[in-house]
């Protein structure tokens, strides 16, 4: 029995990895939501700051999560260890998909086996459940500061912090330009520009390890026209991310410990949005709403006092 249990192990972790790698769409959903959380509230105006004006403050994000997100087409295992103890696989007779939740759902589906010969030791298969949640939230701060012939830099910066003892260290920095196009348009009445921004959020592990890395960037045409206290803002923008997602399996008795590493590589399935939104302005503070059209959209809240 023990000279077979490596065997099996072996076997194990192959099973391991195809289930899951089938089954991304789990967690595809979180992909996309994350990356156009990252990818929004980069603006409130597409009037540039004045040489040294600054801007401060945070940025709330609001992924509203879509009903086709909640559910996806999970594949059960076709194949498992044998139950006997064998270094082989044997048929599950599990259907070939079943319609279960995605990370963001419900009750994960649970499938029978149909009667293969083995199907007396082959268990129901119950498929993870979802955190039940409508929206996706994400709070970061923001600053941005005017330099010369109408160019204006954007920052975003969480320094390294543990969250708790089972990950290590959350990390977050992002960076934008954003350049007056109206500038060069004599008497046009509004502002217009053009930005672009890079993001990247990192989390460890409770080894320090890299548990999910998430990178974001977005490309934005902007316009914007203030009339007293308000301004009126909207844009089209051109985007993508990114999300990699790594950890490790540890198998169970009686199989002896094994280490499964697996590692799954998701893009954001936004391409192209168009935002609309307002802000007003009392003295040097100001406040903004607006909400972001697209294939997973956004409601953006954002708070900064202003010196331009």
Partial sequence: MFLILPAHAQILGKYVANI??????????????????LNSGLYHTADVHDLLGIDVGVRVMFAIIPSRSLTYRGVPPQKMPSPYGLPDTVPTGYPSSAITATIFG???????????????AVPEFTFP?????????????????????????????????????????????????????????????????????Y?????????????????A?????????????LTLYGGIGYERS???????????????????????????????RWTVGVTARLLIASASIDYTFANQPVVTLGASFTLR
């Fill in 199 to 215: 993001q990247r959020f990192t989390l460890q592990d409770s080894t320090g390890g890299p548990l999910l890395t998430a990178n």
């Fill in 129 to 197: 459940d979802g955190l039940d949640m409508s929206t996706l939230a994400l709070a970061v701060p923001q600053a941005s500061i005017g330099f010369p012939f109408g160019t204006e830099l954007l920052l975003r910066y969480i320094p390294p912090v543990r969250l708790n003892s089972s990950v290590g260290d959350v990390t977050f920095y992002g960076a934008g330009i954003k350049h007056s196009l109206s500038q060069y348009i004599p008497l046009i009445p509004l502002d217009i520009a053009a930005q672009a921004a």
């Fill in 106 to 120: 419900t009750k994960g589906a649970t499938v029978n086996s149909s009667g293969y010969p083995y199907s007396p």
């Fill in 217 to 229: 960037f977005a490309f934005s045409l902007i316009a914007s026209k203030t009339i007293t206290v």
């Fill in 20 to 37: 899951a790698q089938e089954n991304a769409g789990y967690v595809q959903p979180l992909a996309n939501a994350f990356g156009a959380n």
């Fill in 242 to 272: 990114d999300m990699t997602i790594t950890y490790t399996y540890v198998t169970s008795p009686p199989l002896p410990p094994q280490r499964i590493p697996l590692k799954y590589n998701f893009t954001g399935e936004n391409k192209f």
